[in-house]
Every structure is written in C-alpha cells, then in structure tokens.
C-alpha cells in the first residue's frame, strides 16, 4: 500500500520537476535577452522567469484540475529560488529574509501582469509592466525591445492557451500538433 503511495509520489514530482524544467526553458530562450532587452544577470532572468511563471499560472487558471498542479509548481520555483541563493552565496541566515523580498516581488509582477493582460491596450500595458530600466516603454531607445517583449509575452499567452490540460497533467507544456 505505502510503496504504491511512494510511485505516485515520485510521478507527481517527475511532473513537477518537468513542467518546471520547461517553463525555465521558456524563460532563458535568447530572444528575451537579445532582442527584448531583458539583462542577462541574476535579476534579469529571475524576471524572465517570473513573466513566463505568471503566463503558466495564466494557463492554469480557470481550471480545477490544473489548481493542485499550479501550486506545485509555484512551490518547485520557490524552492528553486532558494537554492539559487544559496548556490550564489547568500549566507544561510539571510537567505529566509532574501526569500520574503524575492516573492513579494514575484506576486508584485504576477498582479501587475495580471492588470496588463486585462488592459484594452494590452501590448502597450504589457510592455510598462515589466520591471527595469531597460524595458521603458516611453524611452525611444528602448521603446522597441518593451513592444517586443510584450509581443513575445502575447504569443508565449496564446502559445500555452493552445496546451490542453490533460497534456498538463502529464507534464508537457508544448503546443499539440494538428493532423
């Protein structure tokens, strides 16, 4: 009885562990850095990686079966922040109050996201939203890499909203093929 409650344990953290792994796939993809101007430094990818955890979430919401799966994944990347900080050599005492300031920063740019896709201006909105110098939509040097971002944002929104659920639940996170 116990060692069929440890398989499906295992499973369910193999699935975890693979939408995680994809969904930071998805985050580090060159053009985020490249053409989007997003900086290539620790910050800079905790960024990307907070835009494309809010798109999964974005995914996600809506359905009951996908709400357990959600907040695994959100606890894996929580996990995966502590461990980053303690990788780059934050002492063990700071890392709890580092922890507290990186998710609150996480749910600051979930809910601003959030209002961003709700926008009647959502390319425009989308492209304010995201953090940093140099992301500003209203500078003219950067004007462009804040529309490309928010363009990328909006096809990695309707990439994933094409991924059904029970693909999901199983741990894949690319879009189906049509025959």
């Known amino acids: 009885m116990f060692s069929q409650w440890r398989e499906r344990r295992r499973h369910n953290r193999r699935?975890?562990?693979?939408?995680?792994?994809?969904?930071?796939?998805?985050?580090?993809?060159?053009?985020?850095?490249?053409?989007?101007?997003?900086?290539?430094?620790?910050?800079?990818?905790f960024e990307a990686l907070s835009l494309q955890m809010f798109l999964f979430l974005r995914r996600c919401r809506g359905s009951e079966a996908l709400k357990p799966v959600a907040q695994d994944v959100v606890d894996r990347f929580i996990a995966d922040m502590d461990d980053t900080l303690r990788q780059i050599g934050i002492g063990d005492q700071s890392v709890p109050?580092?922890?507290?300031?990186?998710?609150?920063?996480?749910?600051?740019?979930?809910?601003?996201y959030d209002k961003a896709f709700a926008s009647e201006d959502a390319p425009a909105a989308i492209a304010r939203a995201f953090p940093g110098r140099a992301l500003q939509a209203d500078a003219d040097a950067d004007g462009e890499e804040a529309r490309m971002l928010?363009?990328?944002?909006?096809?990695e929104d309707e990439r994933l909203a094409g991924i059904s659920p029970d693909a999901i639940l199983i741990g894949?996170?690319?879009?189906?093929?049509q025959p």
Do not use: H, N, S
Not at 98 to 112: H, I, N, P, S, T
Not at 172 to 177: A, G, I
């Open 150 to 155: 928010a363009r990328e944002a909006i096809a």
């Open 97 to 112: 109050k580092r922890m507290r300031k990186l998710a609150g920063q996480f749910y600051e740019r979930v809910d601003a």
């Open 172 to 177: 894949q996170l690319e879009r189906e093929t």
């Open 15 to 45: 699935i975890i562990d693979e939408l995680y792994a994809a969904i930071v796939g998805r985050a580090r993809r060159p053009v985020l850095f490249e053409a989007c101007g997003i900086p290539d430094t620790v910050m800079g990818r």
